[in-house]
């Protein structure tokens, strides 16, 4: 019984040659079935799997759930006639009865899940053919058949492991992409704005735009934001003393409403002398040089 298979499903047989799917002609995907023990092309497989259901009745009895050996017989005939009857494998042995086998049945525990049956069947009269060593021949069996069952469960937990191994690369790398896509336009704009607010204006908008440029369009909208913000608040500082427009960078609490405060000041009013006469003499732009 298998968690992922049909209870009676056919692993390998003494060929060596996996079982896993009937040899049916496959139309569709539904077709791929496991191949159960009692429909298998072989007669001694397909009779030892019904005899073993005839006798404990299920797959899953709590008998062959124990990791020890059960031995049973079983006439041939019989279980092609829908019956099973045992015989007596000191007779056949003598007779020679080939309608009589002798089955030794062993559970091998996968995991809480997953538990195989190692079956062995030989004629009876093979059992005491050479008495003493049949048992050593049949516990040679069963742990050849522990080593391999181990050894493909240990590859398929490989195959596993590197699959997922495989799947959490393929995840990470573009992650760890992205995420520098993203990040690394939006620290250069933090450090940006770190700039202006010392209203360090040393960069061009040109540069600053292309230093933040990304193929993310969200962050290119906020570059393009930044710059829009750091050349409006260059050019009011051009007609506003820097401390003005420091404290209203930086948040400050009198900066964002109107405040009043007493204080010791000096005025001092001038006159440029002759200013009319120059002014009528000067274009706009030249006299706007001239005062600046």
């Keep these: 019984p298998d968690a992922g298979l049909e209870s009676g499903a056919l692993i390998s047989d003494s060929s060596g040659v996996d079982k896993n799917y009937s040899s049916h002609e496959v139309k569709n995907s539904s077709d791929l079935l496991p191949l159960l023990a009692i429909d298998s092309d072989s007669v001694i497989i397909s009779a030892t799997s019904k005899a073993i259901l005839k006798k404990f009745g299920s797959w899953r009895h709590a008998d062959l759930a124990q990791e020890r050996m059960r031995n049973f017989t079983f006439r041939l005939s019989s279980i092609r006639s829908g019956d099973w009857n045992s015989c007596n494998t000191l007779e056949a042995s003598i007779t020679q009865d080939q309608d009589c086998f002798t ?52 590859v398929a937990s490989t195959q596993s492991l590197l699959a997922c191994a495989v799947i959490l690369v393929m995840t990470v790398i573009p992650v760890l992409c992205l995420t520098g896509l993203v990040s690394r ?76 405060e007493p204080r010791i000041v000096t005025t001092m009013f001038s006159d440029i002398r002759d200013f009319t006469t120059i002014s009528e003499q000067l274009t706009e732009r030249d006299l706007l040089f001239v005062l600046t």
């Design 103 to 154: 089955v030794g049945v062993h559970a091998c525990k996968i995991n809480s899940d997953t538990t195989w049956l190692e079956v062995v069947v030989m004629p009876a009269g093979s059992m005491h053919y050479q008495e003493g060593v049949e048992a050593s021949d049949i516990d040679k069996m069963v742990d050849t058949g522990k080593t391999w069952m181990y050894y493909k469960r240990d």
């Design 185 to 260: 336009p939006i620290l250069r704009i933090g450090k940006q704005m770190k700039k202006l607010k010392q209203l360090d204006f040393s960069q061009t908008d040109h540069q600053a735009e292309t230093r933040n440029k990304s193929c993310i369009k969200e962050v290119n909208k906020l570059s393009t934001s930044f710059s829009d913000l750091r050349r409006g608040i260059e050019m009011f500082s051009r007609f506003v003393p820097d401390t003005v427009v420091k404290d209203i960078v930086s948040g400050g609490g009198d900066s964002t409403r109107l405040h009043v």
